[in-house]
């Protein structure tokens, strides 16, 4: 318990009870501690602070003494920064100024007239780097990117994540959970070499090796960086050579009236796919887009029913994804039947897309075995371009890059809904 502040020859002075709980790493029963200043208000706040940091000291002394090496090197870290260092490993303690080194050396406590071994490790770097697995980086990574994921709704978070497990697991499954600071150029050769053979046997695109090397990439980089390990990670010229970018036809107007508009065709898909499939004819929004769709952001009862695609309880995929597309044909009537959304695809659309393709693949509904699910977007693009609307209205409409400066507001909801009543099924 603190006994308060009081003067000695002019200067306040800080006199508290040592916790029981610090005994082991802490001899004295009571501290007393200098505050540098005679005047009792700044002295308050500077008690506080000074017993905050007291107690974090000893805290970081406690977990010291844990014989697990990642708690012993971060209770040392931890250490160190609460005494106003930052912690460095022994061979670049030795290399710095003198002055700054004998600072570190005073810092050192006492105990008996001998030095704290604890503190000398932690303020001199006498304690060892753990071996730190791929898996161990990955654990690390997620806590120094979290604003990553700021702006990004639960099933974004989720996708991203999971993208980066993905890579750390093919990678660990070629290569084993080595230590990162042991990973060769071999070992990235051999990972490289995995993605090949599936390249040529499994039909996987260059894109989506390229994208576990980023991802991996990613992860060990920004480890080694925010945690200043030093270390040469043999990451460079790994990426495949992408051939022509795979796009998915789009699915004819008359495939689609006459098979999957066909009566009964879509009976026994579930209903919230149903309707976002049927809403995507005339709108050709993105599944995920789709999907989280609430009656915040369908509005019906106006003069021009709409979808409005907001960074609702989400991030957007870009800037210009943002945006409003009139209702109209047959999926206006999928809105009217569902006014308030999808609820069984809100919280997470990572399904949507593989349930409607197996639907469609399963009853014939595809045109062609390069068809899917999507096509009803690359449909929606072709039906608006063979009617002439012109290009600012159809990047506007689907939430496209404009390749030159924007001008003014673009086409207003009235005149949209008008060219797309024309082309609507």
């Not at 802490?26 to 940091?53: C, F, M, P, Y």
Request: glycine letters at 8%.
């Amino acid at each position: 318990m603190a006994t308060g502040l009081f003067t000695r020859s002019g200067v306040y002075q800080m006199r508290r009870r040592v916790p029981k709980r610090y005994a082991s790493v802490e001899t004295r029963r009571e501290v007393t501690v200098s505050l540098h200043t005679d005047n009792q208000q700044i002295a308050a706040g500077k008690a506080e602070r000074t017993w905050a940091q007291m107690l974090e000291g000893w805290e970081a002394r406690l977990a010291g003494d844990t014989q697990e090496a990642e708690e012993r090197f971060a209770a040392a870290e931890h250490y160190a920064q609460v005494r106003g260092f930052r912690y460095l490993a022994v061979e670049r303690v030795a290399k710095l100024p003198v002055a700054q080194l004998v600072d570190r050396v005073e810092a050192v406590g006492t105990k008996q007239g001998r030095p704290d071994l604890f503190e000398a490790s932690a303020l001199l770097g006498a304690v060892d780097l753990p071996e730190l697995t791929v898996t161990n980086a990955l654990d690390l990574y997620w806590g120094l990117t979290r604003e990553k994921i700021l702006g990004k709704d639960a099933d974004q978070t989720r996708r991203w994540r999971n993208a980066r497990i993905k890579a750390v697991k093919a990678f660990v499954s070629v290569a084993g959970d080595k230590p990162i600071a042991e990973i060769t150029r071999d070992d990235m050769l051999d990972f490289r070499q995995y993605w090949l053979e599936r390249i040529e046997g499994e039909g996987i695109t260059p894109n989506s090796a390229n994208k576990d090397l980023i991802y991996l990439g990613s992860v060990l980089k920004t480890v080694n960086k925010l945690k200043r390990l030093g270390l040469n990670l043999p990451l460079g010229e790994l990426s495949f050579k992408e051939g022509q970018d795979r796009c998915r036809p789009p699915f004819s107007v008359a495939w689609i009236k006459e098979k999957i508009l066909a009566p009964g065709a879509l009976a026994t898909l579930n209903g919230d796919a149903r309707g976002l499939l049927l809403g995507m004819i005339n709108t050709g929004y993105r599944p995920s887009e789709g999907a989280v769709l609430s009656r915040n952001t369908i509005r019906l009862d106006c003069d021009v029913p709409h979808i409005s695609i907001e960074p609702e309880g989400r991030q957007l995929k870009t800037q210009h994804a943002r945006r409003k597309i009139p209702l109209v044909g047959v999926s206006l009537e999928a809105f009217r039947e569902s006014p308030e959304g999808f609820p069984r695809y809100q919280n997470g659309s990572a399904s949507l897309s593989a349930t409607v393709n197996k639907y469609l693949r399963s009853r014939g509904l595809l045109e062609t075995p390069e068809h899917s699910f999507y096509s009803l977007r690359h449909s929606f693009e072709d039906r608006m371009l063979e009617a002439g609307i012109d290009e600012r209205v159809r990047r506007d409409l689907f939430g496209h890059t404009l390749n030159r400066e924007r001008y003014g507001k673009g086409a207003s909801l009235e005149h949209a809904a008008r060219l797309l009543v024309a082309i609507a099924i």
